[in-house]
């Protein structure tokens, strides 16, 4: 592992002190987040980049630090995005992200207000606001925002389960019902819709119906300690947890070989490096939101004062399932019910499906077949997306690292981020409902 890890991160050391051969077109791609943000500040600090190409490189290296979690330095960055551009949307949205993860709840709402502005469409924003909204516990103004997402894009399960969290916060558990079915329906594989939907049964003292979910939850992502938990208040058999633990003992294993040199990795005790957040402390962090996407992101991300090293997808389950592990969970109900049960959402959803099959249709339909009645693809070593889709634990994050990574069968393409997050956002909705 150690060796795999150093030799990982000698290649990426590789030629660090010389210029890029292109940095522009670096700084977009999406498949080397080293690169990206080497080649970001190299257009961010030469004089000769136009404004608009400066302003482009302010908002990638922004949102990569936001995917490591340097939401301080992204902020910086996407206020230099917005100084020089002033009407660029997305930047405002990546702000707004960077400033609710960093507890700045007024200013992230103020942000996607400002996106919205720009481009009042947008589902994505109306969610990102919405959340926001949420967490600050104005549980009405984020249904309203979830409910005009879902007039915009209504096979948005993340906007479904956001909302159900908004109705369970009102108290309202038969429209939070209603609300995380729909999300199962239009994505059968949505394991914190069930874990959501679970909890809301167990309040309801449907007991059945709860480790039904919570057994679903689990089997569909191990690393969902609480819907573990969940089984283990109501009394379901332990075998079905016997995975969660197993990840929960390699994960400490990991963080303990490679992350306890900047954090603090048990249950006690500061960071040795005083900006690295302890573990135990990072679901305060994503208020109402899972750590799998944000985590996934910042281990896989790196940043100007993370190490860089390489982990596999099954190792970062490993690790999540971990830290998971740390975050406090009742052993039984409050006095006041089951409100110290934090149901989960996703993390932010990005992504215009309707765009990404405009995208997939001009670069992808050479080899693949990316229509939903297609079966056949022009070249036969290269897969359906419909199939693909519908492969079994298929995740928009294991859709990215498809995308993102060379096959025979696929060109060596440069996807940027924005187009990425489409064309995922598309194959997603190829999923059958069941």
């Known amino acids: 592992m150690n060796k795999r890890i ?35 500040s190299e257009v961010i600090e030469g004089p000769s980049y136009a404004v608009d190409v400066k302003a482009l490189a302010y908002r990638n290296r922004g949102n990569a630090r936001a995917d490591a979690g340097a939401h301080e330095k992204a902020i910086a960055d996407f206020a230099e995005a917005i100084r020089l551009a002033p009407d660029n949307a997305a930047a405002y949205a990546g702000r707004g992200r960077s400033r609710l993860a960093s507890r700045d709840l ?4 103020a942000d996607y207000g400002e996106a919205l502005r720009l481009v009042p469409g947008s589902a994505p924003f109306r969610i990102g606001r919405g959340h926001a909204y949420l967490v600050k516990g104005d549980a009405d103004l984020a249904i309203a925002d979830f409910t005009e997402a879902i007039r915009l894009n209504p096979q948005s399960a993340s906007a479904f389960n956001r909302r159900g969290l908004a109705y369970r916060r009102k108290g309202d558990l038969a429209k939070a ?3 995380y079915t729909a999300a199962i329906m239009i994505n059968p594989i949505y394991a914190l819709a069930y874990n959501n939907r679970g909890y809301v049964h167990e309040a309801q003292g449907r007991k059945d119906d709860a480790i039904a979910d919570f057994q679903i939850a689990l089997l569909l992502d191990p690393s969902l300690i609480g819907a573990k938990e969940g089984l283990k208040r109501l009394g379901a058999p332990a075998a079905m947890g016997e995975e969660s633990e197993r990840r929960v003992r390699d994960g400490k294993v990991l963080v303990e070989q490679n992350c306890a040199g900047c954090h603090a990795v048990g249950a006690r005790g500061a960071s040795p490096n005083k900006k690295a ?45 971990y830290i ?37 249709q001009k670069t992808c339909a050479q080899c693949h077949a ?8 022009p070249n036969p070593k290269a897969p359906a997306f419909k199939p693909v889709a519908n492969t079994p634990g298929m995740t928009a994050l294991a859709l990215t690292v498809w995308l993102r990574t060379s096959h025979p069968t696929m060109p060596n393409l440069i996807i940027e981020p924005n187009d990425l997050d489409d064309v995922v956002a598309y194959i997603t909705s190829l999923r059958e409902k069941k």
């Open 324 to 360: 998971n592990s740390l975050t406090p969970t009742p052993a039984k109900p409050a006095a006041g019910g089951w409100k110290t049960i934090v149901p989960v959402a996703d993390a932010e959803e990005f992504g215009d499906p309707r765009k990404g099959l405009t995208y997939a």
């Open 177 to 179: 019902i209603d609300d």
């Open 277 to 321: 957040p302890e573990f135990r402390n990072l679901h305060a962090r994503h208020a109402n939101l899972a750590l799998r996407e944000p985590l996934s992101r910042g281990i896989a991300a790196p940043h100007d004062e993370m190490p860089k090293f390489a982990l596999t997808a099954a190792q970062i389950d490993t690790i999540l399932a």
């Open 370 to 377: 990316v229509l939903r009645r297609e079966t056949t693809s």
């Open 6 to 40: 150093a030799t990982a991160g000698l290649v990426l050391s590789i030629g660090a002190g010389t210029a890029l051969a292109d940095a522009p077109a670096d700084c977009t791609q999406g498949r080397n987040p080293e690169i990206r943000m080497r080649a970001c």
């Open 106 to 109: 007024d200013g992230a709402i």
